[in-house]
Nanobody, 125 residues
């Protein structure tokens, strides 16, 4: 699976951006979940939002609830992150993630995390 992100950029505080992530490759039908993470300088990546493919259930970081929305277009193998009411503290590199099943008889629950290249989001005050 390969992930290609787009949509980052610079926006003023209170503005909106939409990130897109297109998945491709032979194993896209083994994707179990897709999501967005972000990394602040000097910090580990943290979950922003994720969605389970089979159920559509979503999860959000507390800091973005009510402002960000994750959605999927299954026909286009694309996941989106709509970001509204952006704050300077949302400034980070945003990464698309796909959790891909690589199950075997020996390990039926084996999963592989695939990452996009990252896209910078900068919110100016």
């Amino acid at each position: 699976v390969q992930l290609v992100e787009s949509g980052g950029g610079t926006v003023q505080s209170g503005g909106s951006l939409r990130l897109s992530c297109v998945a491709s490759g032979r194993s896209i039908f083994n994707i179990k979940a897709m999501g967005w993470y972000r990394r602040f300088p000097g910090k580990e990546r943290e979950l922003v939002a994720s969605a389970i493919v089979s159920s559509g259930s979503t999860e959000y970081a507390d800091s973005v609830k009510g402002r960000f929305t994750i959605s999927r277009d299954n026909a286009e193998n694309t996941v989106y992150l709509e970001m509204a009411s952006l704050k300077p503290e949302d400034t980070a590199v945003y990464y698309c993630n796909a959790r891909v099943s690589i199950a075997t008889i020996e390990d039926p629950y084996a999963m592989l995390d695939v990452w996009g290249q990252g896209t910078q989001v900068t919110v100016s005050s």
